[in-house]
């Protein structure tokens, strides 16, 4: 069962925006890196974006650099990704995920995530 929830995500044609957002349905995750992930039909989850708790310090996948945002507010403890010129190849499961350490720098690493939300799917029509 996922500690994070993720909302947002949609049907949209090429080049559309969209806002994902990410609350913690328990706990308190202002401190810790958060990222987000995504997960296509038939393809491994991989990392979409990172930031650290101050949201000072952020990294993303290449693909996806000068389109994508990731952003918080620790006051309302939301994440958010916004998504802008989206592309048919964005189309995926979209999930947001913590680092348990606090003060931790950012990762792209999956493995290094712990706590996990239950996704929210992002679909991208041509």
């Known amino acids: 069962q996922g500690r994070l929830v993720e909302s947002g995500g949609g049907l949209v044609q090429a080049g559309a925006s969209l806002r994902l957002s990410c609350t913690p349905s328990?706990?308190?995750?202002?401190?810790?890196?958060m990222g987000w992930f995504r997960q296509a039909p038939g393809k491994e989850r991989e990392f979409v974006a990172a930031?650290?708790?101050?949201?000072?310090?952020?990294t993303y996948r290449d693909s996806v650099k000068g389109r994508f945002i990731i952003s918080r507010d620790n006051r309302k403890k939301t994440v958010y990704l916004q998504m802008n010129d989206l592309k048919p190849e964005d189309t995926a499961v979209y999930y947001c995920?913590?680092?348990?350490?606090?003060?931790?720098?950012?990762?792209?690493?999956?493995?290094?995530?712990?706590?996990w939300g239950l996704g929210t799917q992002v679909t991208v029509s041509s």
């Open positions: 930031s650290n708790w101050r949201g000072t310090d952020t």
């Open positions: 995920a913590t680092r348990s350490a606090v003060f931790a720098a950012v990762a792209t690493n999956r493995e290094e995530y712990v706590y």
């Open positions: 328990g706990g308190d995750f202002s401190r810790t890196v």
